[in-house]
């Protein structure tokens, strides 16, 4: 009888490095890797570098020069136009298959890091309803590990920022003149110091993809707005308890103004009527046309602040 022939060893699995890349790569997937390494450490290396530079510009003391006479809160400076114009100038230059939502991700988080490097920043949301949709939209946009703070009232978050515990208020945008969460803005109508100004909106990119925070959002700090280059602005006025919108519209196009929108609430209590008017472009408060409705005798006119209009991120 003769001895059964041993069955062949099995052959080793070949490893990861052994497959060979469709296209022919040559090398092999190490090859592949060995260059992917070599990239994530350049773009590491630049990371470290742009650190440097802010760090420098910290250690130097150069601080924007303060537009209403009021420092950053907390020594934080605050830039909203300034990374507005970054991302926008990115977004034009890139290419390739990189998601262009992944890029506005990636930026925000750049900046929210650097900014931090800069001084303490702190953001302040009002969350009143139910779930975190403001929560989210914050997180979103001003970095994983900026530490945020929640508060059940705009008024809440606002006060804040206006004592120097926080550096922004994360407020939800306005639309509805009879709610008390919407009325927040009449706030910024108010002499007491600080002066606090709308310096952003959020989101910032858009369209918005599956699960992304949706809520809109402005953003309200204790320094004056920066222009971006393409900004939208928000106007206050307070006027007698019975004007019509007519006849703030006309007020508004006697003084050069066409309102993108406007929204009108009536102060039973104070008897004044209020309106918040969004206008294209970055003005300030020694413009001609705000200057012409503060002469006005139908309304008390004073400028709120502007945001870098939103981008469309997410477009390929």
Known sequence: MSNPVPAAAPSPSPTAADIPLLDGWPGGLTAVRAELDGIDDAVHDLLMRRAEVVARLVSSGSKRPAVSGNEPVQGTPL???????????????????????????IWRELLAATTAMQGALVVAVCEGDAGAAFVQTAREHFGGLTPLRVYPTAGSAMAEVAEGAASVAVVPYPTDPGAARDAWWTKLLQNDPPRLYVTARLPFWRP???GAPAAQALVV???APDPSGQDRSL??????????????????????????????????????????V???????????????LQRSALVRAKVLGAYPVPTDGGVA
């Not at 969004?278 to 012409?292: I, S």
């Open 79 to 105: 830039r909203p136009g300034r990374e507005a114009a970054i991302i926008r100038r990115l977004l034009a230059r890139h290419a390739g298959p990189l998601p262009r939502q992944a890029l506005v991700r």
């Open 221 to 223: 700090a204790a320094v």
């Open 278 to 292: 969004e206008v294209e472009g970055f003005v300030t408060d020694d413009d001609p046309r705000v200057v012409a």
């Open 235 to 276: 106007l206050g006025l307070e006027s007698n308890a019975d004007v019509s919108r007519d006849r703030l519209a006309a007020a508004l196009a006697e003084a050069g103004f066409a309102p993108l929108s406007t929204l009108l609430r009536r102060d039973p209590v104070a008897r004044v009527a209020q309106a918040l």
């Open 208 to 210: 918005r993809g599956e």
